[in-house]
Nanobody, 125 residues
Framework: VQLVESGGGSVQAGGSLRLSCATS????????IGWFRQPPGKEREGVAS???????TYADSVKGRFTISKDNVKNTLYLQMNRLEVAHPGIYSC????????????????????WGKGTQVTVSS
């Protein structure tokens, strides 16, 4: 399994970014997949997840601002981030799991087994 993120960068507060996660050896129609963030000096936290049937879950801090989606044909996961705030920066990683969807939707990092290396997001005021 390989997960490769892209799309990170530096934006001003209020701006937008779209992250992508290209997968190989991982079937998006069979398993859940999610986005996670590790802010500077803090532990990794769940941002959003999407399961095999495209049901989505979001952390409270990003509801209404971020949208997770996937393209099953391209085997690619996306995270559209709008109205970014200074509280949103960090290393964003995608991760997959073989656990059932009802467990994966907790967006707990410990549930996820396959990780990309991450992409840096910086937000300036």
């Amino acid at each position: 399994v390989q997960l490769v993120e892209s799309g990170g960068g530096s934006v001003q507060a209020g701006g937008s970014l779209r992250l992508s996660c290209a997968t190989s050896g991982y079937t998006l129609t069979s398993y859940s997949i999610g986005w996670f963030r590790q802010p500077p000096g803090k532990e990794r936290e769940g941002v959003a997840s999407i399961d095999l049937d495209a049901r989505t879950t979001y952390a409270d801090s990003v509801k209404g601002r971020f949208t997770i989606s996937k393209d099953n044909v391209k085997n690619t996961l996306y995270l559209q981030m709008n109205r970014l705030e200074v509280a949103h920066p960090g290393i964003y990683s995608c991760a997959g799991t073989s656990q059932p969807w009802w467990l994966a939707r907790s967006i707990r990092p410990s549930v996820y087994e396959y990780w990309g290396k991450g992409t840096q997001v910086t937000v300036s005021s």
